[in-house]
């Protein structure tokens, strides 16, 4: 009897609401997707990732995870993910990296690389289960994001009219967010804000302005441009990225 939740996931933050959001519809209200990744799970071969894992997966874990957390390797990681250089400083590597400092981390790193894909509900894929969702959904998306790239958004957006042509019953909405990438959440956070705070408080969420013309999604390190996607197509290259990535 109590209230449902809004769920927002960037990355593989995504990938698990929309999990969620399929497993258990009685308690999502909403989901936002930010860059949200369609694939997860590396399934590497044996070990099934049911911790506490064996010596040899433990070793192969410790060894890679050491490597990823290196200070120069997450500053590369991050000058990759983000589209602008000055959206990141010295402090955010130092907390990336004192996250992985806890007990369990390279357990826990074995772990994921070994797990398997999740098994979807209503589908054999994530694009399957996103199109049978039952809650609101709203996609935002950083347009500069060179691994979840546009390709990706739009095909979840397909998804979304798909459904929403189905039933008609649910909200389906697809922003892009210029001069961002991967993480727009942290490198776009008056924008993510505005527009996730407008989304979660209105109830007709197919139709509320999300953007308004006197918006100013100005940061330290440059404007943000906000436009809503309302008709996609996907190029034959990006069918193809999408179905077999």
């Known amino acids: 009897g109590g209230r449902k939740l809004h769920v927002i996931g960037n990355s593989v933050g995504g990938h698990l609401a929309v999990i969620l ?5 009685d308690l999502i209200e909403s989901i936002c997707l930010l860059n949200a990744t369609p694939i997860w799970g590396f399934n590497m071969k044996g070990w099934s990732g049911h911790l506490p894992p064996p010596r040899l997966p433990r070793a192969i874990g410790r060894f890679l995870f050491d490597k990823i957390r290196d200070l120069d390797t997450i500053e590369k990681y991050l000058e990759t993910a983000y589209a602008n250089r000055d959206a990141f400083d010295e402090t955010l ?18 772990s994921i690389l070994y797990s398997p894909p999740a098994n979807f509900t209503r589908g054999k894929t994530f694009y399957h289960e996103l199109a049978n969702l039952q809650c609101d959904v709203l996609l935002l998306f950083g347009k500069d994001d060179p691994w979840c790239t546009p390709a990706f958004g739009k095909r979840m957006f397909q998804c979304l009219q798909q459904r929403a042509s189905s039933t008609g019953a649910v909200a389906g909405r697809y922003l892009e967010l210029e001069n961002v990438g991967h993480c727009p959440n942290h490198e776009a956070p008056t924008a993510v804000s505005k527009i996730c705070r407008r989304w979660l408080q209105n109830h007709d969420r197919a139709s509320v302005p999300l953007l308004k013309d006197d918006d100013d999604f100005s940061e330290e390190w440059g404007s943000i441009q906000a436009r809503e996607v309302k008709d996609v197509s996907l190029s034959i290259m990006e069918k193809l ?5």
């Open 21 to 25: 959001a399929a497993r258990r519809p």
């Open 93 to 110: 590597i130092q907390q990336i990296r004192s996250c992985t400092e806890g007990p369990g981390g390279h357990a826990a790193f074995s």
């Open 241 to 245: 990225i999408t179905t077999f990535v």
